[in-house]
């Protein structure tokens, strides 16, 4: 999965086919949570970034929790 920097999140998860609360569920977070950290992407550190597209690439990758 290769992501641009300019590409929300947002439109990751979507081309990606799945819901924000599998990705919430897959990280281990309620998916209002995920809503909040999303709410502003240029806010978003590095370290919750890297874990919501490590939960997208896992998704993909069939390794459901």
């Not at 590409?7 to 809503?35: C, D, M, P, Y």
């Not at 502003?40 to 370290?47: A, Y």
């Not at 919501?52 to 069939?62: C, P, V």
Request: proline content about 0%.
């Amino acid at each position: 999965m290769i992501v641009q920097t300019h590409q929300s999140i947002k439109s990751v998860i979507k081309n990606a086919s799945f819901k924000q609360w599998q990705v919430a569920r897959q990280i281990g977070i309620n998916e209002t949570t995920l809503i909040v950290w999303l709410r502003n992407e240029n806010d978003l550190n590095l370290e919750r970034r890297n874990k919501i597209l490590a939960a997208i690439k896992e998704l993909s990758n069939g390794k459901r929790k």
